[in-house]
């Protein structure tokens, strides 16, 4: 278990450090980036994709990188908006890291870009202990999901930036408690500012394009809590040898970046 702990640790201590490169690098080249977190069927893409069209007319120069295990799916949904948007198959792998991002940005992302959104592989888990060196954390829930998810997910939630929630249109039909979902948020990250969303009406999602450029045009925050200092405090969210073997010399020769339509 010891054994574990301490090679999980150097892994991610080996990922924090290139994430802090990365992060300069991109702040060197104005570029904020966004990390959007969630669980599968949350409406992220959804949400993304609207975020993305309200960006491009307004004139903004946006682009998205987006992660799944197995489908170009998402991409050529996102593509819809007319941003530059590229994807990578993880080939399984549950979460991205600060390199997959690097060596996808270095070559594609335009010179232009100001902003850079990048959605995670569907998962509260393991994505939520790496830092991909953005500017800006984003968590995301639906409220279909169940109000104490931030309590069962404390490091996805509590190292967020900005919470976001989702499917807010239908929150009446599923009995949503949002005031349970408040106090439960409130625990695990205090003061924290939480968004609500609705992809279908469009809710909250100038408010959203607002926060995100509030940071892009500011100071960016320090990088979220991560990693080995996370697990020190809390522990991992999941048996702690899970994922030992994603991430031995040759842990991602499976994953890969493939080309998706832009505009």
Known sequence: MCRSVDVRTAVLAKNDGLAAELRADLAERRVAAVNLLSSPGSGKTALLELVLRRARERGLAVAALTADLATENDARRLARSGAPVKQVLTGGLCHLEAAQVRALVDGWLPDATRLLFVENVGNLVCPASYDLGETLRVTLMSVTEGEDKPLKYPTAFGAAHLVVLTKTDIAGAVGFEDGVFSAAVERVNPGVEILR?????????????DRVLAVAGGAAPHAPLLAADHLRRHGHDHDPDAHHHDHGPDAHHHGHASPAPTA
């Not at 969303?197 to 408010?207: E, H, K, L, P």
């Open 197 to 209: 969303t609705s992809a279908r009406d469009g809710q909250g999602v100038d408010t959203l394009l």
